[in-house]
């Protein structure tokens, strides 16, 4: 018999054996899961925080999760940097673009300030403040090595 649980943090045992797993089907396949979850953060002169960039990449892709400025911060071009930030240090490391969704009553207009092109809106059609704008920003890159393994 089997059951399902409901848990709001995975223990680092189970954690561990879903990526072990993971890795070793997707290596089937010649493909790098690559994932690999980091953050970036913004300080003022007195190291408190003012903003935070939570992201991940996975295969050949950044996937960001959120942007945050403090809101006594926000409107100063902060956000702007993160964003920058995390371009430059990825570029010409072999990913293939960048990834985002934000939701209707939050910033899409902003993030097609910054270079990223809509991909599609999922409507939500009982609030349309929490329709989903799929953002993505492509890396010049000629070649891209991240998420594949090399050939053997």
Not at 11 to 20: D, H, L, V
């Amino acid at each position: 018999m089997t059951t399902i649980k409901f848990v709001d943090e995975l223990g680092t045992e189970i954690e561990a054996k879903m990526r072990r797993d993971l890795e070793k089907y997707e290596s089937s396949h010649g493909i790098d899961v690559n994932y690999k979850q980091f953050a970036l953060v913004l300080t003022d002169k007195y190291d408190n925080a003012i903003g935070v960039l939570n992201a991940f990449t996975a295969f050949a892709e950044i996937s960001v999760c959120d942007l945050w400025v403090e809101i006594s911060h926000r409107r100063k071009g902060y956000g702007r940097q993160l964003l920058q930030f995390l371009e430059n240090h990825f570029k010409d490391k072999g990913f293939n673009n960048i990834n985002l969704i934000t939701s209707q009553f939050q910033a899409p207009e902003f993030y097609k300030k910054c270079g990223f092109e809509l991909e599609f809106v999922r409507k939500n059609i009982k609030n349309p403040n929490l329709s989903k704008s799929f953002f993505i920003k492509y890396f010049d890159d000629e070649i891209q090595t991240q998420g594949t393994l090399p050939k053997a």
